[in-house]
C-alpha cells in the first residue's frame, strides 16, 4: 500500500508561481507513470500532467508551456512547477499513481491540495 501526501498549495495572485509536491510513502521507483490532477466543484477532475519513469513528460493543454512536472525517485517525490497562474487554475490539485499488479489495477490518489489564484 502506498500513500500520497499532497503539499504546496495555496494563494497566489495571477501571475504568481506556486510549486506542489506529493510525497509518497514508499518507492515510486516502479510506478511507471505518475501524474496530476485538478477538480473543481464545476467540472469532473481532469487531468494536468504526467512524467514517466524514465521522465517524459506530457501535458494538457491547457497548461503547457506554464506548468512543468518532474519526478525524484530516491526522494519518492513527484512535483508540479506551476508558473504564470491563470485564475481559472484554481483548483484542488491531485497526485495520482496507477499501477498494475498481477493484472489488478491498483490506483492511488492523494487527498488532495488547494490551489487559489485571485487577486
Known amino acids: 500500500q502506498v500513500q500520497l501526501v499532497e503539499s504546496g498549495g495555496g494563494l497566489v495572485q495571477p501571475g504568481g508561481s506556486l510549486r506542489l509536491s506529493c510525497a509518497a510513502s514508499?518507492?515510486?521507483?516502479?510506478?511507471?507513470?505518475m501524474g496530476w490532477y485538478r477538480q473543481t466543484p464545476q467540472k469532473q477532475r481532469e487531468w494536468v500532467a504526467g512524467?514517466?519513469?524514465?521522465?517524459?513528460?506530457t501535458y494538457a493543454d491547457s497548461v503547457k508551456g506554464r506548468f512543468t512536472i518532474s519526478r525524484n525517485n530516491a526522494k519518492n517525490t513527484v512535483y508540479l512547477q506551476m508558473n504564470h497562474l491563470k485564475p481559472e487554475d484554481t483548483a484542488v490539485y491531485y497526485c495520482?499513481?496507477?499501477?498494475?499488479?498481477?493484472?489488478?489495477?491498483?490506483?492511488?490518489w492523494g487527498q488532495g491540495t488547494q490551489v487559489t489564484v485571485s487577486s
Open positions: 512524467v514517466t519513469s524514465g521522465g517524459n513528460t
Open positions: 495520482n499513481a496507477p499501477r498494475v499488479v498481477a493484472g489488478i489495477l491498483n490506483d492511488y
Open positions: 514508499g518507492s515510486i521507483f516502479n510506478f511507471p507513470s
